[in-house]
């Protein structure tokens, strides 16, 4: 069975920088499609990074567009979000998402099979 466990997370100040990692056991990474998702109170749970091995990547949300990162580790099988210039807005929990094979990148948190158990992330103003 295919389990996802993310860490990293945090309380930092704005502008600040927080790296957050997920772990992937049961299927070898680079032949998955996986991607990053936060959920803030109130709002729905949305996209913001991703990749596929079959349509290329890694792909943001315009809001963390030049200051996220989204990174793999094949033989760890471990993928990273290196979140620089934090702000307030980012307060989220994050989670990692992974599909059954890898399919096309989607945005989407319904095409996502497994889930980890999300790691919280508060930016103080």
């Known amino acids: 069975q295919v389990q996802l466990e993310e860490s990293g997370g945090g309380l930092v100040q704005a502008g600040g920088s927080l790296k957050l990692s997920c772990t992937v056991s049961g299927r070898i990474l680079s032949s998955v499609t996986m991607g990053w998702f936060r959920q803030a109170p109130g709002k729905e749970r949305e996209f913001v990074a991703g990749?596929?091995?079959?349509?290329?990547?890694?792909y943001y949300t315009d809001s963390v567009k030049g200051r996220f990162t989204f990174s793999r580790d094949n033989p760890k099988n471990t993928v990273y979000l290196q979140m620089n210039s934090l702000r307030p807005e980012d307060t989220a929990v994050y989670s990692c998402?992974?599909?059954?094979?890898?399919?096309?990148?989607?945005?989407?948190?319904?095409?996502?099979?497994?889930w980890g158990q999300g790691t919280q992330v508060t930016v103080s103003s």
């Open positions: 990749i596929s091995p079959s349509g290329g990547g890694p």
């Open positions: 998402a992974a599909r059954r094979s890898g399919a096309i990148l989607s945005t989407a948190s319904t095409a996502y099979d497994y």
